[in-house]
Nanobody
Framework: QVQLVESGGGLVQAGGSLRLSCAASGRTFVGYAMGWFRQAPGKEREFVAATSWTGNLRNYADSVKARFTISRDNAKNTVYLQMNSLKPEDTAVYYC??????????????????WGQGTQVTVSS
């Protein structure tokens, strides 16, 4: 089992920035691909960003490209999501997820094996 705990969410004004963290514990973090998803009220959960185990391969949803950056520190078993130029439509609960197949990144929910409990991000206009 891998336990994932997100942090760093909060309330921010439009145009502001936040950095989310996702700390992994339990079974080894080694080899896992990581991703971030989000779910806004009344909407389905959607893909935001993902990275391979090495961090060399990354992918982003079109809606966040050039504004969000996913990174990871494998020595700290932590993955980050730097969010800049935030918009009200970025308001959602953000979830991190881990996939055992870490060679590539993954953009679909079913490809992930473990999920965090989520952290709320609210962007005011």
């Amino acid at each position: 089992q891998v336990q994932l705990v997100e942090s760093g969410g909060g309330l921010v004004q439009a145009g502001g920035s936040l950095r989310l963290s996702c700390a992994a514990s339990g079974r080894t973090f080694v080899g896992y691909a990581m991703g971030w998803f989000r779910q806004a009220p009344g909407k389905e959960r959607e893909f935001v960003a993902a990275t391979s185990w090495t961090g060399n391969l990354r992918n982003y949803a079109d809606s966040v490209k050039a504004r969000f950056t996913i990174s990871r520190d494998n020595a700290k078993n932590t993955v980050y999501l730097q969010m800049n130029s935030l918009k009200p439509e970025d308001t959602a609960v953000y979830y991190c997820a881990a996939a055992q197949d870490g060679i590539y990144y993954h953009t679909r929910e079913y490809e992930y094996d473990y999920w965090g409990q989520g952290t709320q991000v609210t962007v005011s206009s």
